[in-house]
């Protein structure tokens, strides 16, 4: 069993609250989350099933939030999380059997071309435009794709949904993010009751982890619905760029 104590317990809630802020605006918290858990003495699954725990709480207050700002309809998310949930099902039961030291490699890359196209385009994402794939298209293949990685590795999900909304159903960087977060609270679910059936949960530090990360989601998604795109974009491309940053690190470092 994990330590335990009052102070491994105040820094897993503190790295919850600056997770769920950052995770709100523009995903990414993981990168916060999952290395202060393993900091403390987790061993790996149950830092990701904890993570999966505490993210939950956090991804439930960003979309109810966003809900009630009109940024979002889960009439048009059905499939959505249909398919999200599918494929979060499928990544987390596969983790628990191999490592995800393959994706390592791959997600850097596919990162770094998503901050350069962003910072290239500096009018992307910053009104709403027609679509360019079906929406049931769309949720099939991106939300059993996405979901998948969500479940099996995850740092970047946030990240990879936002610029998929942007650029396939040319949504604004704001309604993007709403919708980005509906769509990771359903991996999270997916994802942490596969946890809990392996037993990779420790569910005192999810939940103290839990309060701090609806602290942090509440204040970061009020200050995107208070806020214009740009501001959005501007934090996007900070997350994605640590995110890029952190996962070289501890794959080449």
Known sequence: ?????????????????????????????????????????????????????QASFGSFTATLNYRRGRLLRFRELILGIAFTAMGAFAGTTTVQVMSADSL????????????????????????????????????????????????????????IWTIVFVLWLGFDLKKATAHTKALNFTSNIVALVTFIAGGHVVVFAGVTMGVGQMLGAYAGSHLVLNRGTRFVRMFFLCVVAITIAKLLWSTYC
């Open 104 to 159: 390592k490699h791959i997600i850097p890359v596919l990162l770094v071309i998503i901050f350069v196209y962003v910072l290239c385009n500096p009018e992307l994402g910053t009104t709403h435009k027609p679509h360019r794939m079906a929406p049931w298209l769309f949720y099939l293949v991106f939300g059993c794709l996405i979901g998948f990685y969500d479940g099996f590795f995850g740092p970047g999900t946030g990240s």
């Open 1 to 53: 069993m994990p330590d335990l104590s009052y102070s491994c317990l105040s820094i897993l809630f503190f790295a919850a609250v600056l997770a769920g802020f950052v995770d709100a605006i523009a995903g990414g918290g993981g990168i916060i989350t999952v290395p202060a858990l393993l900091a403390v003495g987790f061993p790996p699954h149950l830092a990701l099933g904890t993570n999966k725990l």
